[in-house]
């Protein structure tokens, strides 16, 4: 964890730019052990020494006026994990400055920086180590563009740029080693577009890109879709994964033969008009409420329903399943008197089966 530190020759310590607003306090804290000189900026230095390495501690300078201040930090030994999570130290933070030469964070980032409501550049920061981005940079609602870092370790992305509200763009960072898309960009709600990023090993992408509202056009290997054609053979949820993204017009076929729950997948997307044949021929091991709002308040057509009844009359045919509840409801869905023969037969086979299909008349 920390600030990986280099033994042998000197580096400019790592400089943060901070705004104290109203106040004139401004927080460091550390976990684990470290010994660290910190020029807070205003003519005055203090060493901090945290003995952990379990110990989490604070350290709190008075500044004499409110302002601007550009902090500094120089590493003697050991790990310097900088967490500025507002519920302790508030919005000071105003910029990242490039890690130094020789200088990268460790293996976690969990709630870094956190809730720092004023961060409006991150620079140049080795993140070569780190496997947990839990919370990093959630509530940054400044942010308006992030840069490509190193994630290739990263396996946890819950939460790491949820409530970043003012992101309108995302670099195509490396993702192949993660595993939990719990709530990442949740409510990235300035997001017009999204990248086709790896997410091969992802298992869980609960709320994943829910309240997005603005994704509309993604441009991905040549071909133009409403969302990117991501890998997720090794997904077991998509509970939430696309709620509320109300620009999105079409949806491409996704692998979801390992899915089990699809609860609130795409609901309130008001805009969602296709959607793809056969995704659910074959899924994970489904309750009765795995379907449970799905499509509730979009605007499938005729066919895009005729192509998920379809589906899942294939799969209830293989598996056996009864009593599964889907929610075709609300919005502008295709009413059910201008569905297809083939959407109506698969319906009468499916209600054959104890399964509740929620319609517009």
Known sequence: MGLIWSPGYYVPGWRIGIDTGVTTDFSLITYGTCNFD????????????NVGPTTTFTTTHNYSTPGTYTVEIDLNSGD???????????????????????????????????????????????TSSVTSFNNTWQGCYRLTSFPFINTSLGTDFTQSWADCTGLNSFP????????NFSYT??????????PLIDTSGGTTFISAWKDCRSIDNISALGEQYSFPQIVTSSATSFQAAWQGCISLTSFPLLDASKVSTFYGAWVGCSSLADFPAN??????????????TTWS???LTAQSIENILVSLQTNQAVSGKTGVTVSLDGGTNAAKS????????????L???????????
């Open 279 to 292: 995704m659910f021929d074959t899924t994970g091991a489904l309750s009765s409420a795995s379907f449970g």
């Open 185 to 194: 960009w949740n409510n990235c709600r300035g997001l017009t577009s999204f």
């Open 338 to 349: 201008t569905w297809s023969a083939a959407a109506n037969t698969a319906y009468d086979d």
């Open 80 to 126: 310097f994990f900088p967490y500025y999570n507002s519920d302790a130290a508030g919005d000071e933070l105003v910029t990242l400055g490039d890690t130094p030469a020789g200088w990268s964070f460790g293996t976690t980032l969990q709630h870094a920086f956190r809730g720092s409501g004023n961060l409006i550049t991150v620079g140049d920061i080795d």
């Open 351 to 361: 209600v054959a089966a104890s399964w509740v299909i929620n319609h517009n008349p």
């Open 38 to 49: 910190v020029n807070w900026g205003d003519g005055s230095t203090e060493t901090v020494d």
């Open 297 to 299: 308040g979009c605007a």
């Open 172 to 179: 195509v960072i490396d993702t192949s080693s993660g595993t």
